[in-house]
């Protein structure tokens, strides 16, 4: 059975930054597509970014664009969330999501969302303080 679990997440003042770690045991994610999730209270889930490390491809819900960068770790397992001049909008949990099976045609991250994941997390707190 394959997890994956999340890491990382803690209180910050707003502007700084924080890295999310996801960890995937029972298979690595150098062929998975990978994508963080976020959900304020109160609100729905949010799809913050997708990595597909295969292919390369990548994208970003607007509101963290030119902020949030998601790369891969040296290990085959792991993906991180690297999140910078944080705002407390961006306050939440964070849940690693992952699927393995790939889109029939257009890159990896083209028809990533909340209906195609196979294994979530079980998220981790970020509190941005003002």
């Known amino acids: 059975e394959v997890h994956v679990v999340e890491s990382g997440g803690g209180v910050v003042q707003a502007g700084g930054s924080l890295r999310l770690s996801c960890a995937a045991s029972g298979a690595t994610l150098d062929e998975a597509i990978v994508g963080w999730f976020r959900q304020a209270p109160g609100k729905n889930y949010e799809m913050v970014s997708c990595?597909?490390?295969?292919?390369?491809?990548?994208s970003s819900a607007g509101s963290v664009q030119g902020r949030f960068t998601m790369a891969s770790g040296d290990a085959k397992n792991l993906v991180y969330l690297q999140m910078n001049n944080l705002r407390p909008e961006d306050s939440g949990f964070y849940y690693c999501?992952?699927?393995?099976?790939?889109?029939?045609?257009?890159?990896?991250?083209?028809?990533?969302?909340?209906?195609?994941?196979?294994?979530w997390g079980k998220g981790t707190l970020v509190t941005v303080s003002s």
């Open positions: 990595f597909g490390r295969a292919d390369g491809s990548t």
């Open positions: 999501a992952a699927r393995w099976q790939w889109p029939l045609w257009g890159t990896l991250c083209d028809d990533f969302g909340y209906y195609s994941v196979e294994s």
